[in-house]
Nanobody, 124 residues
């Protein structure tokens, strides 16, 4: 499975950005997919996770009501709409995926097998 992110950039606080992650290769049903971020000097953290069945969705507390994760399985694309961005949202954002059941999806980066190259989001 190959993952390619797009859509990062710089925005002022209160602004919005949308990220996309295009998957290719052995992509299939029964996958946990998500967005992780890593700020300078900090550990990578799970921001928003979804199972391809739609039966599991997770948001980091600090992004609830501001970020929305979605997917288009026909297009093999994962999205995240980020609104009301804050300077503390500044980080490298990564798309990640792993095969698994919806109840096995988690927010630990260590559990994810496939990773994109990352896209920078800067909020000032």
């Amino acid at each position: 499975v190959q993952l390619v992110e797009s859509g990062g950039g710089s925005v002022q606080a209160g602004g919005s950005l949308a990220l996309s992650c295009a998957a290719s290769g052995a992509f299939g049903s029964g996958m946990c997919m998500g967005w992780f971020r890593q700020a300078l000097g900090k550990q990578r953290e799970g921001v928003a996770i979804i199972h391809t069945s739609g039966r599991f969705i997770y948001y980091l507390d600090s992004v609830k009501d501001r970020f929305t994760i979605s997917q288009d399985n026909d297009k093999k694309t994962l999205y995240v709409q980020m609104n009301s961005l804050k300077p503390e949202d500044t980080a490298m954002y990564y798309c990640a995926a792993r095969f698994g059941t919806w109840y096995s999806c988690g927010n630990s980066a260590d559990a994810y097998t496939y990773w994109g190259q990352g896209t920078q989001v800067t909020v000032s």
